[in-house]
């Protein structure tokens, strides 16, 4: 079936670089896009999201990108700290209401 | 934001038993929803959609007697593992979107460390 996945599985980034997350998509009918984060045994946290009809949103350090063309999804967080490391998961909302999780990219921050 | 809960978040069974887990929407009403399941270094498999007042809908491959959903409020939804295996040890994690709202932020509950001994 169509599903959400990730490029990258890990990332370790430097301690104020900035890091990108990337995702493809392949369900063309989707609409809406959400970055979560994932911390050890907790369950996911809203990060920012981003609907089919735009193609960039910026939050607090963080930037969601969307290539609806090449189905793409790209999470952006400026100035990495060290509270950033956790599991970031894409998703995508499919008719509507559900939400269906991609692979998730664990990112390291060294400090 | 919005605030769900889970209860309890740890649990240890033993095998043959049967383990309920509680979602509650804190300050909101959700008429959906969700419970996932998550194996260790994987990601949030999507099981079923809990209707308040309804059947659950349940994933394809998902045994709907297996994994009993109960929807009996619009602040609780309950799932309950029925005749518990190891291989039913998971960290299961609920969700809920506001009441009426589609295409909008889910929130998750701290989910529930299941163990079957």
């Known amino acids: 079936g169509e599903s959400v996945g990730l490029h990258l599985p890990t990332l370790s980034v430097q301690e104020g670089d900035n890091s990108i997350i990337n995702c493809a998509y392949s369900?063309?009918?989707?609409?809406?896009f959400i970055w979560y984060k994932q911390e050890s045994g907790k369950g996911p946290q809203f990060i920012i999201d981003?609907?089919?009809?735009?193609d960039k949103r910026q939050g607090q350090r963080v930037t969601v990108l969307l290539n609806k063309t090449v189905k793409h999804l790209s999470l952006q967080i400026a100035a990495t700290q060290p509270g950033d490391s956790a599991v970031y998961f894409c998703?995508?909302?499919?008719?509507?209401?559900?939400?269906?999780f991609g692979a998730g990219t664990r990112l390291f921050v060294k400090a | 934001g919005a605030v769900v809960s889970q209860h309890p978040s740890r649990v240890i069974c033993k095998s043959g038993t049967s383990v309920k887990i509680e979602c509650r929407s804190l300050?909101?009403?959700?008429?959906?929803m969700f419970w996932y399941r998550q194996f260790p270094k994987k990601s949030l498999m999507l099981m079923a959609t809990?209707?308040?007042?309804?059947?659950?809908?349940?994933e394809q491959g998902v045994e709907k007697d297996k994994f009993l959903i109960n929807h009996a409020s619009l602040t609780l939804s309950t799932l309950t593992v029925t005749s518990a295996h190891p291989e039913d040890s998971s960290f299961y994690i609920c969700?809920?979107?506001?009441?009426?709202?589609?295409?909008?932020?889910?929130?998750f509950g701290q989910g529930t460390r299941l163990t079957v001994v």
């Open positions: 969700s809920a979107r506001v009441r009426g709202e589609s295409n909008t932020e889910a929130f």
């Open positions: 369900n063309s009918a989707s609409d809406y």
């Open positions: 981003i609907r089919s009809n735009m």
């Open positions: 998703a995508e909302n499919t008719g509507g209401f559900k939400t269906i």
């Open positions: 300050d909101f009403q959700a008429t959906t």
């Open positions: 809990s209707n308040e007042g309804s059947k659950a809908t349940y």
